[in-house]
């Protein structure tokens, strides 16, 4: 079996957290990827298997998740991040936040790159099976790239400036993109509008 293939789909009891330490062996042994800090930013503070909203982000960033391992802790953006869920009234603790590409992308002069394509091929693997153990009914992406991630998964017709915060079905749950917390993305949807559009995902998840 090569490391990136699952094991065959078990349902027994316990079956999720076993999957998870399978994943986590695969993720910790892989190096696949040029020009990566290989920090690997997933495990059990991740958050929970069985939350109900599971965010997509981009990248572990050099000063955040690729110190602490967890996605969206430590930085700017993750201190943007935790303002966001807060608009949106929803807890860290309910949420499994995890990264389109584990390891943290760098440029020659050790400073965050985005991930390139090819980084996204190969860590794609790594996010299906994530999908695959946390079956969150909301999948809410922070950012273009990892709306195109689930889109290399299975096609949607989602764009971000279109549908930011919108509910769009794909895969039997509601894809919800954002825009990426960081800083930078404020270049392209102001602060007050991105504000807004966690009100809107508050909102929506409140309904469902
Ligand atoms: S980003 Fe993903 S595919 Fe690339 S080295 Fe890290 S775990 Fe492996």
Request: charged share 20%; with cysteine.
């Amino acid at each position: 079996m090569m490391p990136h293939d699952p094991p065959a789909r078990a349902t027994a009891p316990g079956a999720a957290p076993r999957r998870f330490e399978w994943l986590l062996r695969d993720v910790r042994a892989c190096v696949a990827c040029p020009a990566m800090a290989h920090c690997h930013a997933i495990g059990p503070a991740n958050g929970p298997l069985d939350a109900r909203i599971l965010v997509v982000a981009e990248a572990p960033g050099r000063l955040g998740g690729a110190v602490t391992g967890v996605p969206l802790t430590r930085d700017v953006a993750a201190q943007r991040f935790a303002a966001f869920l807060a608009l949106a009234g929803i807890e860290r603790g309910e949420v499994f936040v995890t990264n389109a590409v584990l390891c943290n992308p760098l440029d020659a002069r050790g400073r965050n790159r985005p991930p390139t394509r090819g980084d996204c091929a190969r860590c794609r693997p790594f996010l299906v099976r994530t999908l695959d153990l946390v079956r969150a009914p909301y999948v809410v992406t922070c950012g273009r790239v990892a709306l195109d991630a689930l889109r290399a998964i299975s096609t949607h017709e989602a764009d971000l400036p279109r549908e930011a915060a919108t509910a769009v079905p794909w895969r039997g749950r509601a894809l919800v993109p954002m825009y990426h917390p960081g800083r930078q993305s404020t270049l392209h949807r102001p602060q007050g509008a991105q504000e807004q559009d966690w009100r809107r995902l508050g909102e929506l998840l409140a309904q469902g």
